[in-house]
């Protein structure tokens, strides 16, 4: 086989080689300064292996396939990570249940606390810098106990979703950019830790049970509810004046919404929607 012929295959391979890193970079890894500082290193390593003439030539190639093997060593953790994220405080691994009833007991902080302190959490706080809170979905209706937690990155507009589906599952994470600011700056510049906490020390029960309250003194009659979703998450309402969070009840029965309200942490009705009597 001539030198030419050498020379082409290997280029070849390492043009492969590249294809596979920037791949893995950009499907793989999330957008972060470790995927673009990955890419550039890949790219102007070999670009300078290609380049560069003499016995620098061969520095270069080990450098560049070092960064190719780092990018994608590195691809992998983190993939395993995003799908082995831990189990939410809250539920039991052993004990799977549907019961609505079951969402009452779980601690806001206490979920958030065991994400934080997850080797999932501390890569992704890594790559994209301080987050806060800003979602909590606890839903007994599409999924037994589905179980999301969400956090926003107002440096990076990186948006983190813990998410377990179904009982005992632990928790599978999605990432994703926004191009620009999902929330209000003065709420992006506040913590939603203390309104968690708040809400937390009346307990969701208290709101359940407010909310079915003032049903029932609207319809004069109970509202029957066998499936339950809670979202506790910020509230950009422009036309009035609170802004923050908000703890969402959405009730059904038999597959039919039969009420929907929305309270302020202190516990103040902001809305509230009833089914049209039959």
Not at 8 to 28: D, E, M, Q, T
Not at 202 to 230: C, F, H, M, V
Not at 268 to 278: G, N, Q, V
């Amino acid at each position: 086989m001539s030198a030419g012929v050498k020379a082409i295959l290997r280029n070849a391979v390492f043009g492969l080689l590249v294809a596979a890193g920037l791949f893995c970079s950009l499907l793989v890894i999330t957008f972060s300064w470790v995927k673009v500082f990955s890419i550039a290193f890949i790219l102007v390593a070999g670009t300078l292996w290609l380049l560069t003439p003499g016995r620098f030539k061969r520095t270069f190639k080990y450098v560049a396939i070092g960064a190719l093997i780092f990018a994608i060593a590195f691809s992998s953790f983190e993939n395993y990570l995003l799908f082995n994220a831990g189990y939410p405080s809250a539920k039991d691994a052993e004990k799977a249940s549907t019961a609505y009833t079951d969402l009452f007991d779980i601690s806001l902080p206490q979920l958030i606390q065991s994400i934080e302190k997850s080797p999932t959490y501390a890569l992704l706080t890594a790559e994209h810098g301080k987050t806060n809170p800003e979602t909590i979905k606890l839903d007994s209706s599409s999924f037994p106990d589905l179980i999301e937690v969400d956090f926003y990155g107002s440096g990076s507009n990186a948006y983190l979703g813990f998410i377990a589906p179904n009982p005992g599952d632990e928790y599978h994470v999605q990432v994703s950019t926004y191009s620009g600011e999902p929330f209000s700056l003065t709420y992006v510049k506040s913590s939603s830790t203390q309104a968690f906490s708040q809400i937390d020390s009346r307990g969701l029960q208290w709101y359940y049970n407010r909310a079915l309250e003032l049903a029932q003194n609207r319809t004069s009659t109970p509202t029957k509810i066998d499936s339950l979703s809670l979202t506790m998450s910020v509230e950009d309402r422009i036309y009035m004046s609170y802004e923050g969070i908000t703890v969402q009840i959405i009730g059904s029965y038999q597959g039919q919404s039969t009420l929907i309200c929305d309270f302020e942490p202190d516990g103040t009705l902001i809305y509230m929607s009833l089914p049209p009597a039959t």
